[in-house]
T-cell receptor, first 115, second 114 residues
């Protein structure tokens, strides 16, 4: 089974600064999808950004962007101009195109935004 | 668009009792997932349905957990009998079938076992 590793259990960033959350994954598949989800204290997880493995261009959504390094199996999330509302748990997820399109989640990174 | 609905929001039971959770996915979403999220960990897939068929239940403790998705819409997850280690948040998510489509999550049910 695929594994997703988030090596930073906790991160903090000053408001308006930039922070990068790391994610690595292990797979033998050549095509798949990657996602970053945000889980605020209210608990509902919401999608932040997605990346198709066959696309070389890094995905961007407003202040959120990714650095996708397919050969290194790395998928980091960069948050620019951090805001207080960005404080949450962030989960990296891998979606296989085999095994029933199953999602595999990392253990999460807790992000604190310091005013 | 209405989101994924889950109930109850909280549940407290004693060990060896039974409990059931309900999930109503977003209309049109063929795929439905149940996850267990233990405090401080990422979600762990328990079972995945495609319409009313099971796609993956390899991590479902079948001696005590069961799930069904009758008519390919609503789903229920049951635990009987509950153990202390079942204390967790149980998340339901749904998505369209295409692999590039993300999951949409409900608010979850926080289960505490005494």
């Amino acid at each position: 089974a695929q594994t997703v590793t988030q090596s930073q259990p906790e991160m903090s960033v000053q408001e308006a600064e930039t922070v990068t959350l790391s994610c690595t994954y292990d797979t033998s598949e050549s095509d798949y999808y990657l996602f970053w989800y945000k889980q605020p204290p209210s608990r509902q997880m919401i999608l932040v950004i997605r990346q198709e493995a066959y696309k070389q261009q890094n995905a961007t959504e407003n202040r959120f962007s990714v650095n996708f390094q397919k050969a290194a199996k790395s998928f980091s999330l960069k948050i620019s101009d951090s805001q207080l509302g960005d404080a949450a748990m962030y989960f990296c997820a891998y979606r296989s195109l085999n095994t029933g399109n199953q999602f595999y989640f990392g253990t999460g990174t807790s992000l604190t935004v310091i005013p | 668009e209405a989101g994924v609905a889950q109930s109850p929001r909280y549940k407290i039971i004693e060990k060896r009792q039974s409990v059931a959770f309900w999930c109503n996915p977003i209309s049109g979403h063929a795929t439905l997932y149940w996850y267990q999220q233990i405090l401080g960990q990422g979600p762990k897939l328990l079972i995945q349905f495609q319409n009313n068929g099971v796609v993956d239940d390899s991590q479902l403790p079948k001696d005590r957990f069961s799930a069904e998705r009758l008519k390919g819409v609503d789903s229920t997850l049951k635990i009987q009998p509950a153990k202390l280690e079942d204390s967790a948040v149980y998340l339901c998510a749904s998505s369209f079938g295409a692999p590039n489509q993300p999951q949409h999550f409900g608010d979850g049910t926080r289960l505490s076992i005494l």
